[in-house]
């Protein structure tokens, strides 16, 4: 969808076993033969079918390197078996993608300090959620310290603990039915402005399209 091919990817990284993050993983184990970086726990969860991936096993919190890339794994706290969000380092330069966590630790914070890019899930509105379709045991899972992070809590965040050295912020993985881009945005800027700043770059991730391709 944005033009490269995959058969140029040198590997892949798997943060948890959710469907929506793992359901085309064996068909590109079978078709690339590329290898993939996940833990052992969440190895065992996945259905490989008839393939034979080439797996790369790391615990979590353990540093390792991709090429010329090195990658920060660790944990954050979501409703999977042994769920991982990770850094990335090369040239100088330092990127973090943190979705599917339930609230920010102080651990995770520490992690996604002095990043150039930061893609952070911002996943729902409270409101929208709570008068939305999900029967309520989903709605609670959602909410829960397990579940995803709310506008208002990637709010809190970015007015009290967000160190602002991030040229882009990427909102990332919002709900189709329980939260709009626009208010992910305005909540987003918001916050950014109770601390005084004037934002970097922002963007809100689409579900339906890539985002471009950023320069740094």
Known sequence: ???????????????????????????????????????????????????????????????????????????IPHDAVDPVAFCFRAEGLKVGVVTDLGYIPASVKEHIRDCHLLALESN???????????????????????????????GEFL????????QILILAHLSEHNNHPEIARQNALQALRRQGAEPAKLVVA???????????
Request: glycine share 6%; net charge negative.
């Open 124 to 154: 729902h509105d409270l409101e929208m959620l709570r008068v939305g379709p999900y029967p309520w045991f989903v709605k609670q899972r959602v909410m829960s310290r397990v579940g995803h992070l709310s506008n208002h809590a990637v």
């Open 1 to 75: 969808m944005i033009g490269e091919d995959p058969a140029r990817l040198d590997a892949i990284l798997v943060s948890h076993e959710h469907s929506d993050h793992v359901s085309g993983l064996a068909g590109l184990a079978r078709k690339l033969r590329k290898p993939i970086y996940l833990t052992r726990r969440t190895a065992h969860c996945l259905d490989w079918d008839d393939a034979e991936p080439i797996l790369e096993h790391f615990q979590a919190g353990q540093r390792f390197s991709v090429g010329d890339i090195t990658v920060d794994s660790f944990t």
């Open 206 to 216: 689409s579900q339906q399209r890539p985002t471009e391709v950023f320069e740094l």
């Open 159 to 166: 007015s009290e603990d967000y160190d602002r050295r991030s």
